[in-house]
């Protein structure tokens, strides 16, 4: 098998495998691109620790410091919220005010709120306001455009 490998300035990285016919290296390789994931590093009383983004509820930025929010824990993240932003770059995850970020999939119920704003109830039964800057933009990603 023939590969190679091209290092570029702009854009988003991207792997392509391109067979002929299904082998067993085709499939080790298609195996290591399907488990591959993003994991994220942070910290919870001073202990550093791994997890997923899917585990993530929302992340908000207090005091200059980033914290992701799951079910269980409060993890501050070493990196700022715009940084978090491009680490999870995904449909997933929307910006809904100026210091937070939710997991779309993570919401269970949504309000409509006077002057445009949007009440979501996580799985937690927290709220988070969507706020009217970032409201239309909600809308339109659960509509699928």
């Known amino acids: 098998m023939r590969f190679s490998v091209c290092q570029i300035s702009e854009g988003e990285d991207e792997l392509i495998l391109k067979y002929r016919q299904m082998n067993s290296e085709v499939e080790e390789v298609l195996a290591f691109m399907e488990r591959h994931e993003k994991k ?21 930025k207090v005091d ?27 449909e997933r995850f929307f910006r809904c005010s100026k210091s937070m970020i939710i997991n779309v999939n993570r ?33 339109k990603l659960l509509r699928g455009e």
């Open 40 to 60: 994220l590093v942070g910290k919870i009383d001073g202990e550093t620790i791994i997890f997923q983004p899917e585990e993530i509820l929302y992340i908000e």
């Open 64 to 90: 200059d410091k980033t914290f992701a929010y799951t079910l269980e824990h409060v993890i501050q993240m070493d990196v700022s919220l715009s940084m978090a932003e491009m680490i999870l770059d995904d």
């Open 107 to 139: 919401v269970e119920r949504l309000k409509s709120l006077p002057s445009n704003r949007i009440d979501a109830t996580l799985q937690s039964g927290e709220h988070i306001i969507i706020s009217r800057t970032y409201a239309s933009d909600f809308r």
